[in-house]
C-alpha cells in the first residue's frame, strides 16, 4: 500500500516536470526504481534543456564557491607564512642565494657568477643577493636572453630591462632559437624566454663554489 502511494506520488510529481532526482530526494526511492514507474512519462525537451542548464549553473556556483575557499586558506596561509619567515637577515639571504645557486647557477667555470631561469622574481632575487651580501653594484652585472624565432626580440629585450630595472646597455645579444616558442611553451613558462644574469669575478665566483663545496662535503 505504501509502495502504491509513493509510485502515486511519483506520477504527480512526475507530471509536474520533477526529474528523477529531485523525485528520489522527496520520496527516498531508488533511481531504478522510479525509472521503472516514470518509464512511459519522458520529459519534454524543453525542461530536460532547463534542468541541464540549471545543473551547469550548480556546478559553476560550487567551483565558485570552492575556488573562493581555497583563496581565502592560501591568502591565510600566505599571511602566517609571511610573518614566520621575513624578514632575512643577512646570513639567511646568503645561505638563500647560495642554495639557489647551488641548484641554478652556473659552477663549471671559476671566472664569473651565473644563473638563468625562466621566472623574473628567481632573477630579482639573484640580483638582490649579488647586491646586498656580494657588494657588487647592478652596474657591473650583465643580461642575455634565451629567446625563440617567433618571439619579438626588441619587446622581449625591453620587458627585461624593466622587470629588472636594469638599462638595455647592459644586455648582450641575445641568443635566439629557431624553434618556435610554441612547441615548448607550458602553461606560460617561457613567455618571456630565458634569462641569464652574470657577474665576471674570479673572487666571489672562487667564494660560492669553495662555499657549496663546504655543504656539499658536510653532507656526503
Known amino acids: 500500500m505504501a509502495r502504491l502511494k509513493d509510485r502515486e506520488k511519483a506520477l504527480d510529481l512526475r507530471k509536474k516536470e520533477m526529474s528523477y532526482s529531485q523525485i528520489k530526494d522527496i520520496l527516498k526511492v531508488s533511481k531504478s526504481t522510479l525509472s521503472l514507474w516514470l518509464r512511459n512519462y519522458p520529459l519534454p525537451k524543453q525542461r530536460i534543456r532547463e534542468l541541464r542548464d540549471r545543473n551547469e549553473q550548480r556546478i559553476e556556483r560550487f567551483r565558485d564557491t570552492m575556488r573562493k575557499k581555497k583563496q581565502k586558506r592560501l591568502n591565510k596561509t600566505y599571511k602566517l607564512q609571511k610573518n614566520l619567515i621575513l624578514p632575512l637577515s643577512n646570513r639567511e639571504v646568503f645561505i638563500a642565494g647560495l642554495f639557489l645557486y647551488w641548484a641554478d647557477g652556473s659552477k663549471y667555470r671559476a671566472d664569473h657568477l651565473s644563473l638563468s ?33 617567433d618571439m619579438d626580440v626588441k619587446k622581449e629585450m625591453k620587458y627585461w630591462s624593466n622587470v629588472l630595472k636594469i638599462p638595455l646597455e647592459q644586455f648582450i645579444r641575445p641568443y635566439v632559437k629557431k624553434t618556435s616558442s610554441e612547441r615548448i611553451n607550458h602553461k606560460g613558462s617561457f613567455g618571456h624566454g630565458t634569462c641569464n644574469l652574470r657577474v665576471n669575478s674570479v673572487p666571489l665566483a672562487e667564494k660560492i663554489i669553495m662555499g657549496l663545496k663546504a655543504v656539499a662535503d658536510e653532507y656526503k
Do not use: A, G
Not at 628567481?122 to 657591473?140: E, G, S
Open 117 to 149: 631561469n625562466t621566472d623574473p622574481s628567481m632573477i630579482n632575487f639573484f640580483i638582490h643577493w649579488i647586491n646586498r651580501c656580494l657588494k657588487v653594484p647592478k652596474k657591473k652585472m650583465r643580461v642575455s636572453l634565451h629567446l625563440y624565432s
